[in-house]
């Protein structure tokens, strides 16, 4: 019999019993849909407490449109965003940032997932020039998709950059807990106060069912949002059952011990793998992922048994990512298989 836990996504995992007490408890009478409703107003107080009062914050289903109405708020089409070749919004969102936004996506290649001055001050070119998309957005994954994390000073170079050539900085933050978690900072000190302009805030992969959230630092710039999401289908009619999964998370710092958790399950992870000669760490190991290279010819064999995902099928590197709910027990007998398999 396969295990019930796996290791390839923290999408893959349940749903925090808080977060499905918190639902239970709003599913009680009647109350006004689209967001009219004293659960939402409340979940929008939480996030008030986190990042300040001067915020803007939207409810959405998934990180895909949290992600494509954030860059849509801030662009025109003839603009451009700026980002690693291995954003998730260059890679797996099936072209739906550009679809949306009508915006030219500018990747960079980096070696660790992370963007720099210098990487972005090579994209910046034309500018005022008719014939060549405009530069708008610097658009970083924190923590990034092979599971490093950006350093605070980092991001606040990058917001330095982008506001000194009128530009924005977009954060897609669909693990942006695990990398405050890692940094030792608040959700503020790790988005707001490093110069942030948008912040695409993620639950689904810590412990939420299908909630996130778009996060302006600048209420002027979600002046015309409540529009971009009603046409991006993203306006939730039941909009208490997003709501009080947010509240959830954010009572007693849910979110952070989850973050905690899965980080600290990833270094145990690392460990143990690190002790097999067949296997090297490719990535630092910041958040909760670890990303190694293995035989190719266990891959296959691993897999029956618990499935996972090829990162780089040319290097034979895969992703094993850990998720609130992994155990040490269940990182122990992973390991064991791994190191049955491969020798």
Not at 97 to 115: A, V
Not at 133 to 151: D, N
Request: hydrophobic residues 40%; glycine residues 6%; proline residues 3%.
């Amino acid at each position: 019999m396969k295990p019930v836990r796996s290791f390839a996504s923290d999408n893959n995992a349940g749903v925090h019993p808080e977060v499905l007490k918190a639902l239970t408890a709003v599913n009680q009478g009647h109350v006004v849909g689209y967001g009219d409703d004293p659960y939402t107003t409340s979940a929008v107080r939480q996030f008030k407490k986190q990042f300040g009062d001067d915020i803007e914050v939207f409810f959405v289903f998934n990180g895909t449109a949290a992600n494509c109405l954030a860059l849509k708020a801030l662009t025109n089409s003839f603009h451009a965003v700026i980002c690693p070749d291995g954003a998730h919004i260059n890679v797996d969102e099936c072209g739906a940032p550009e679809r949306f936004t009508g915006c030219k996506l500018i990747s960079i290649p980096t070696r660790d997932g992370k963007l720099t001055v210098e990487d972005v001050t090579s994209a910046c070119h034309g500018i005022g020039v008719e014939h060549h998309v405009q530069p708008r957005v610097i658009s970083i994954t924190q923590a990034t998709e092979v599971g490093t994390v950006y350093k605070a000073d980092e991001i606040r170079a990058l917001a330095k950059f982008a506001h000194q050539h009128s530009m924005f900085l977009h954060v897609d933050g669909a693990r942006i807990a695990n990398a405050a978690a890692s940094l030792g900072l608040s959700l503020r000190q790790a988005t707001k106060d490093l110069g942030v302009d948008v912040l695409s805030f993620g639950a689904t992969k810590n412990g939420g069912m299908g909630a996130e959230a778009v996060v302006f630092f600048d209420s002027q710039l979600a002046k015309d949002f409540k529009f971009y999401r009603k046409q991006g289908m993203q306006l939730a009619s039941k909009m208490r059952f997003l709501s009080a999964q947010f509240e959830a998370l954010f009572k007693n710092d849910l979110w952070l011990q989850n973050a905690r958790h899965s980080n600290r399950m990833a270094q145990l992870l690392k460990r143990e793998l690190a002790k097999i000669p067949q296997i090297k760490i490719v990535c630092k190991v910041e958040a909760n992922g670890v990303f190694a290279q293995i035989p190719r010819r266990a891959i296959a064999k691993l897999q029956k048994r618990y499935f996972f995902y090829e990162w780089n099928e040319a290097e034979s590197v895969v992703r094993w990512m850990c998720s609130w709910d992994t155990s040490e027990s269940d990182v122990k007998q992973f390991v064991e298989f791994v190191r049955r398999t491969v020798a």
